[in-house]
């Protein structure tokens, strides 16, 4: 029979969701920059104002197409892996909308961003009940 392990310290334990909320936050506030930064962008890249909305609306749409399937996706690549993937994911694309050369790759690469982002925040939520049990449960919330 083998000795139990020591026990992690609480703070130790909760370092792997520390940086879980920290993309979460990063998806959050990149939907909160662009929302803000409409007009700017537009102008940027020359584009006409029927096309800035398009911006936000390829993103939003990924997203929601994407968040009901992070169940599903958990169980595939487990929640470590579908983190790692959508945080790598959501990188990759938002450095690919910083090279965007006209509207229509902007709008592209942005639903690339959002389809590859949108299991960030599902899976943060989701940790949350793993790391914190019983009445701990209120710090996450």
């Not at 992690?8 to 990149?30: N, T, Y």
């Not at 959501?90 to 592209?108: D, K, P, Q, R, Y």
Request: aromatic share 12%.
């Amino acid at each position: 029979m083998s000795a139990p392990a020591a026990p992690q310290s609480f703070l130790a334990s909760i370092l792997p969701f520390m940086v879980m909320c920290v993309g979460m936050f990063i998806a959050l506030l990149d939907i909160q920059i662009v929302a803000s930064s409409l007009q700017d962008i537009g102008g940027g890249l020359s584009a006409a104002q029927d096309q800035i909305g398009w911006v936000q609306t390829s993103y939003l749409v990924a997203e929601i197409i994407v968040i009901p399937l992070s169940g599903w996706l958990t169980r595939v690549f487990s929640t470590r892996w579908l983190f790692t993937i959508s945080a790598a994911g959501f990188t990759l694309a938002s450095m690919l909308c910083g090279f965007a050369w006209n509207i229509e790759s902007m709008i592209v690469f942005r639903a690339l961003q959002g389809l590859l982002g949108a299991s960030m925040i599902p899976t943060v939520f989701t940790s949350s009940f793993h790391y914190f049990q019983g009445p701990r449960r209120l710090y996450a919330a």
